[in-house]
């Protein structure tokens, strides 16, 4: 077996991360609605369309306003909603506040 020289094997090390597969991105839905979606991918908002152009190496293929099917590296994906997304509603207390008119009648 001939033996590999530093050269050829320093450059296949280095070679290595160039030929490596994408690593799949970072995926969370923001806004469904019908046929369109705004999703972040890898933190950035991203609008997407269904049968739009490809973003970021992410596809939208189908959305509603329950989830969104997005295709990333040859992986379908199904995203919803985050659960963060108005879990801290609260209904707003309301106070009166009472105006007397003063010595003359005013207010």
Do not use: C
């Not at 799949?24 to 950035?44: M, Q």
């Not at 007397?100 to 005013?106: E, F, H, L, N, V």
Request: no cysteine; hydrophobic share 50%; aromatic share 6%.
């Amino acid at each position: 077996m001939r033996q590999m020289s530093w050269a050829a094997l320093l450059f296949s090390l280095l070679a290595i991360p160039l030929f490596a597969a994408e690593s799949p991105a970072r995926l969370l839905a923001i806004a469904l609605f019908k046929d369109k979606a705004l999703i972040s991918i890898n933190g950035e908002q991203r609008a997407l369309t269904v049968g739009g152009n490809e973003v970021d190496g992410v596809r939208l293929l189908a959305a509603n306003a329950d989830s969104a099917v997005v295709e990333s590296h040859g992986q379908k994906i199904t995203l919803r909603l985050d659960g963060r997304i108005g879990a801290n509603f609260a209904i707003p207390v309301t106070e009166k506040l009472r105006l007397a008119p003063g010595d003359g009648g005013r207010y």
